[in-house]
């Protein structure tokens, strides 16, 4: 079964930072790409990053690009997104989620992905 696990978030003033953590386990494809995936209100769902474990990759939104960072853990399965310069705009739910045979297919699709963690909110105040 797999499971995904999400810690951090909270709320933060603008300008400033923050790290989430995704705890993953369970999944065993050759093929996957693991991401944050993030909703505001009212609004679609966006993928903000991702990365894929074949070419180890990573992949960012333009709109966190430069302010945001995906890493990994992989000796305790652990993702982790380092967001700083975070503005008003960043204010969402965000998910880490696993995808699985992605292909040739963006991991930054919310689409793409089969699993998800419970959700954590960022909120950054004006």
């Known amino acids: 079964e797999v499971k995904l696990v999400q810690y951090g978030g909270g709320l933060v003033q603008a300008g400033g930072s923050l790290r989430l953590s995704c705890a993953a386990s369970?999944?065993?494809?050759?093929?996957?790409?693991i991401g944050w995936v993030r909703q505001a209100p009212g609004k679609e769902r966006e993928g903000v990053s991702c990365?894929?474990?074949?070419?180890?990759?990573?992949y960012y939104a333009d709109s966190v690009k430069g302010r945001f960072t995906i890493s990994s853990d992989n000796a305790n399965n652990t993702v982790f997104l380092q967001a700083n310069s975070l503005t008003s705009e960043d204010t969402a739910v965000y998910y880490c989620?696993?995808?699985?045979?992605?292909?040739?297919?963006?991991?930054?699709?919310?689409?793409?992905?089969?699993?998800w963690g419970q959700g954590t909110q960022v909120t950054v105040s004006s």
């Open positions: 369970g999944f065993t494809f050759d093929d996957y790409a």
């Open positions: 990365m894929r474990n074949l070419n180890g990759k990573t």
């Open positions: 989620a696993v995808a699985y045979f992605v292909g040739v297919t963006s991991c930054l699709s919310p689409l793409v992905y089969a699993y």
